[in-house]
């Protein structure tokens, strides 16, 4: 019988150690909390009837209490060291029985990290297969139909989103050319993206602009009120901005509507702008800069609600820079839904690297484009928003930038795929 007390920082340390040195037959006698961590006591070969949770040997104590006793000892003495003993021995099994309940046994220990092994084991044997069936499936659907093959590769390399270059691919005939392939896939892709009017600009309306900070609304409104001037004279123009956390936003609208020589109002939020809207409503256009709150700001929908109920003539445009990730334009549409915009205008596209995750949002959302802002210039660079000249000019830039979509990223994004379009 071997007996030996260890200690560790913590349990599950102790229970280690006991294992690399007695294995994973050894039984926890005992354990307890001391300074620093646990102490726990172990032993192989073990005799609970023997030895104590500490590993006193219980006969030797009791040979050497009996040669400390008188010989004429009473009956109630012999009776109590008796009773000593058994309830010694009685701790001991109950010390025993406790460990094993608890779950303390080193062979239960290895078989949970070995399970643990076992099953990172079997992940890794997943993505290793599944890695391999997208390759088997990408270079079958190369083989059998390099058409699709390739414009995948091409609607890949506009930035498209992964759903919806599948979808189109899918469309194609059977026995199509690339060419006629090529020109049929950006014709859908336009088909899909809803254009608004140009009704601002020619009948007026209350346009309030939403949308992030930093994607140029402000912007935006001085390009759309310049148009009107040009248009239609400075009286039935007014300009308003509920932007009250912008240092010196303000300013700013008070200042364009000196330059454009119309009226500017600055309020504090949303909340005052049902009385204002009520005092223009002799103007036939109104032009409202908003807050730019972040997307994950918690007074954001509160904000947008109240600027949806503001007026039954307002209408709200989400206004999304091109320049922009994919994820982020995704989240932005999410984000300002409470603000019910009837539209959309997509700015910046002159600092865009890629527009397929513009035109990804443009088809999944259903919002339609209003105008395309694509410079600083005002108010030269805005134009009304034309599906054929957004989609030509993704392609165009893509051209430019060398965007490239090598076979590894293309197994990755349709191996799941590729069997249904084979």
């Not at 646990?38 to 209490?65: K, N, R, T």
């Not at 659907?141 to 091409?154: D, G, H, M, T, W």
């Amino acid at each position: 019988m071997k007996i030996k007390h260890y200690r560790a920082p913590d349990m599950r340390q102790a229970l280690r150690m006991v294992r690399e040195a007695q294995g994973p037959d050894a039984v926890i006698l005992s354990s307890r909390r001391v300074n620093g961590g646990v102490e726990v006591v172990a032993a192989v070969d073990y005799d609970h009837d023997g030895v104590d949770a500490y590993g006193h040997d219980l006969h030797a104590m009791s040979a050497q209490a009996h040669a400390s006793q008188p010989v004429e000892r009473t009956d109630r003495a012999a009776c109590t060291m008796h009773e000593d003993r058994s309830i010694r021995s009685q701790g001991v099994t109950d010390s025993a029985s406790r460990a094993r309940d608890q779950g303390l046994a080193i062979d239960a220990i290895d078989e949970l990290e070995r399970s643990a092994d076992l099953s990172e084991e079997l992940r890794a044997m997943r993505r290793m297969l599944e890695t391999q069936l997208a390759t088997l499936a990408w270079n079958d659907l190369s083989r059998r139909s390099p058409v699709q093959a390739e414009l995948l590769k091409e609607l890949t390399q506009i930035g498209l989103a992964r759903d919806l270059s599948a979808e189109l691919v899918a469309q194609m005939p059977a026995g199509i050319q690339l060419a006629e392939a090529q020109r049929l896939a950006l014709a859908l892709i336009a088909r899909r993206i809803a254009v608004a009017s140009e009704r601002w600009l020619d009948s007026g309306g209350v346009v309030a602009m939403v949308g992030a900070t930093g994607v140029g609304k402000t912007t935006l409104i001085a390009k759309l009120a310049a148009r009107w001037l040009l248009q239609h004279g400075p009286r039935s123009i007014a300009l308003i901005s509920t932007d009250s956390i912008r240092i010196g936003a303000h300013e700013q609208i008070h200042t364009l509507g000196r330059l454009l020589g119309v009226p500017a109002y600055a309020i504090d939020g949303a909340s005052e702008l049902a009385e204002l809207l009520d005092h223009l409503s002799d103007k036939r256009l109104v032009l409202i800069d908003t807050a730019g709150y972040s997307q994950r700001d918690p007074r954001l929908h509160e904000e947008l609600e109240m600027l949806a109920a503001a007026n039954e003539r307002l209408e709200t445009t989400l206004v999304l820079s091109a320049a922009a990730q994919a994820g982020a334009i995704e989240e932005a549409v999410e984000r300002f839904a409470a603000a019910r915009p009837a539209t959309c205008v997509l700015t910046k596209l002159d600092e865009a690297t890629s527009l397929g995750g513009s035109i990804s949002m443009l088809i999944r959302s259903g919002l339609p484009v209003a105008y395309l802002s694509d410079g600083q210039r005002v108010p030269e660079d805005i134009s009304p928003a034309r599906a054929h000249q957004l989609v030509a000019r993704a392609v165009e830039l893509a051209r430019k930038s060398g965007a490239t979509a090598d076979e590894d990223l293309l197994r990755r994004r349709f191996g799941e795929v590729a069997h249904a379009l084979a």
